[in-house]
């Protein structure tokens, strides 16, 4: 019998009451126009282009002087949503291996764990026989950014493969850079501000979440260590945006994706979510911008409602940006996970996202289910594509995603591809591109 926390799902879902953070008013000004001079402004933070998060001790009187001003083309709140305090995960090390690969590729010594790893018919998604047919070599180096609860940075299969911001100094206290974080070696965290409001640096993963996550993009292959993950030549930016405790806020969040773009992560693993967005307009913004201007491909969790969201919207699911793919779950009998969310219009592809097993903090392993694992899954693969095919562009990373899936027929109905993802597959299709 396995042992694993079936019920550490995609922890944002189940929010509660939105509710604003109260100092936070973001403001979308008109093409060509400044911030007009404001009373009561602690500080300005400008997100990207014309959209501004003003710092106050009145949001209410911050309102109201820039509700009838001719230069807005909109005002919000900065919301977030209650919820629960998230479950540890279960770590028993004594697990029955749950793959049978032939003819092994890895030499990781916990590989028979990753059940994904398995051919088509044995309802993986043919890892193995990808690096079989088409191996690692001639590959381009992919930054993914893990916008999640941190990452274990020190993890033994995951300090290769941490991503190096190599024009900053270490613990200087000095914007090196010049991108706006002081010491931001390996990422930032928006949880943690400033006196100035500016984000902080620390990623520790004090959850489990992230570093989870991460090992399933990306764990190091062939050290004779742990697992491997799906991708060859991967580099995690962590960005720490979700609280072990708390919903994520939309400014978080709208920080955390411009930050990756702007350090040049190609894809962004999007793990989280919620059923309310107010009808606001930052986070669609967000990721319209991020991918006209940097090309990113942001790859997010449906959700773990067993629900329709084409009928039930969630969020960022349920927003229609171009650069936006959604994923669903399926379990290693091939079957759609009991809890996975679906939909016809909004969820683009399934992965496996039941009984994963992967890096937790303190060089430890777990299994741990939701559509929060498919996700990475379906980043892993997307990143090893990218790593031989660079110059995809975003779009065209997502068609072969889409585009390669396994049919399965059950799935006709459920999701835009009707399938599961395929390494080898999308390895194939993305050769034919030109």
Known sequence: MKFFLSMLLLFSFHSAMAQSKPNDLIVK????????????????????????????????????????????????????????????????????????????????????????????????ISVNTAYKTYGTSNTTPVIVAVVDTGVDVNHEDLKDIIWINKNEIPNNGID????????????????????????????????SHGTHVSGTVAAKQNNGVGIAGIASNVKIMGIRTVPNDGDESDVDVAEAFIYAARNGARIINCSFGKSANEGRQLIPDTLKYIGEKYGVLVIAAAGNDSS??????????????????????????GKMSYFSNYGKINVDV??????????????????MSGTSMATPTTVGVAAEILAHNPNLTVSQLKDVLIKSVTKISSFQTKMVSGGRIDLLNGLELARTIK
């Open 176 to 207: 090196d850079d010049g991108n706006g974080y002081i010491d931001d070696i390996n990422g930032i965290n928006t949880l943690v501000r400033d006196s100035n409001g500016k984000a902080t640096v620390n990623i520790k993963d004090t959850h």
């Open 350 to 367: 399934a992965a496996p996202g039941s009984d994963i097993y992967s890096t937790v903090p303190g060089n430890k392993y777990a299994y």
């Open 29 to 124: 000004l008109k093409p060509g126009f400044s911030l007009p001079k404001l009373k009561n402004v602690k500080n300005v933070q400008n997100l990207f282009e014309n959209v501004y998060v003003l710092r106050t001790k009145n949001l209410e009187l911050l309102e109201a002087e820039l509700k009838n001003n001719s230069t807005v083309l909109y005002i919000e709140r900065n919301f977030k949503s209650e919820r629960k305090s998230l479950p540890i995960p279960f770590t028993q090390e004594n697990i029955k291996s749950s793959s049978n690969l032939l003819d092994s590729q890895f030499n990781d010594p916990q590989i028979g764990k990753i059940w994904a790893f398995n051919d088509a018919d044995k309802f993986g």
């Open 308 to 333: 329709n969201i084409d009928k039930n919207l969630t969020y960022p699911a349920s927003f229609n940006n171009d650069n936006l793919l959604i994923i669903a779950s399926t379990t290693d009998s």
